[in-house]
């Protein structure tokens, strides 16, 4: 009881004390995307200390994030699967080597071409907004800018908050598929979970905010038939699962290949509802279930589920925007490059 008191309290003095807001309309520079000429007091607040910039494009390339907004409105207007796509796209780059548009090298070997890394989409997305803007800004705009400019965009329009992004990030010339191992899994516990969160500087309440990116989206069977047809080699279903709902997921998933929605509930709505669904035992995946068993992480899930979803939005804004600044490269690290082509180096060839 004394664990849960301290972490809600902590909770919210983190919510008072940042104010990302749930709406756009809020932030500086809102009224347009490039800002305009007064000074931006997010600066004040933003924690900046890799050589990111607020402003970065605002005099080089002041469309960017327009051009990026547009693009991704289109594309998720055809397919509005692409939204927590790519979101998911985002956590993969930023979860191996940091936030530098690794994960969209396409060469042998890389961590696009590993097995982990196959259901991933997006990529054409990312290709289109680098094609446009190549058009406006040649060589000016990385294609790590564009990835997080783009998740942030498709958040944003499926409800989601807005977070100001800092910039200036420079896109790696690796990408390793062995690598791809970094990327926190469906079925790791919590201790396994957090010591991930903690090499990227990131903390317990990052990592339950930032698994409620499950209120969207959907997962590959693949990934749960061990929890509904074998559960711990018992030939079972995982007894934690709701009755109900094991018996849905059951028929829903025969084939590995099917899907199945992450929130149940309110599946294409960007809430809390994920949170309460965990509550009733209704987690698609492993790590879901645990974040609702470990003392550490249950009193977060239960604040997150019992208050209003503008507490998520808010705090899900802030520690994306953390996320988003996790192992950058920049201009000063002369290890990187702006590529023109987001799947391919200018330096390279493989």
């Known amino acids: 009881m004394k664990l849960a008191v301290v972490s809600v309290a902590a909770l919210l003095v983190i919510l008072v004390a940042w104010p990302v807001s749930a709406d756009r309309k809020d ?108 058009k406006s800004c040649p060589g000016l705009v990385s294609c790590a800018d564009i990835l997080t400019a783009a998740s942030r965009s498709a958040t944003y329009q499926l409800g989601g908050p807005y977070w100001p992004n800092a910039y200036g990030r420079r896109d790696s010339t690796n990408s390793y598929a062995r690598d791809v191992e970094k990327v926190p899994s469906g079925r790791r516990d919590i201790t396994a979970l957090l010591e991930t969160f903690q090499s990227y500087g990131l903390n317990i309440l990052d990592l339950v905010v930032l698994s409620g990116a499950h209120t969207i989206g959907k997962a590959y069977c693949g990934t749960i038939q061990s929890r509904l047809y074998n559960f711990n080699a018992t030939h079972g279903t995982d007894p934690s699962i709701d009755t109900k709902y094991a018996d849905f997921l059951r028929r829903k998933c025969r084939w590995a290949s099917e899907t199945v929605y992450l929130d149940a509930m309110t599946p294409v709505v960007f809430d809390n509802q994920y949170y309460i669904n965990l509550q009733k035992n209704m987690g698609v995946l492993t790590t879901d279930a645990e974040l609702v068993k470990d003392p550490r992480t249950a009193p977060l899930v239960k604040a997150f589920a019992e208050q209003p979803p503008q507490m998520f939005r808010h705090q899900f804004g802030v520690s994306m925007a953390k996320l988003v600044n996790v192992g950058v490269i920049t201009g000063e690290d002369r290890i990187g490059e702006i590529r023109t082509v987001c799947s391919k180096s200018n330096s390279k060839h493989y």
Do not use: M
């Open 27 to 134: 932030l500086p520079g809102a009224g347009g995307y490039g800002g305009d000429d007064e000074e931006d007091d997010t600066k004040s607040w933003f924690p900046l200390d890799n050589q990111l910039s607020l402003g970065y494009y605002d005099k080089i390339c002041p469309k960017f994030e327009k051009i990026v907004d547009t693009k991704v409105r289109e594309w998720t207007k055809t397919d509005p699967s692409l939204g927590p796509a790519l979101l998911r796209l985002v956590f993969h780059d930023c979860g191996v080597t940091g936030c530098d548009a690794s994960v969209l090298l396409d060469h042998e070997g890389s961590e696009r071409r590993a097995p982990a890394s196959k259901t991933l989409r997006g990529f054409e997305l990312i290709d289109d907004i680098k094609s446009e803007i190549e």
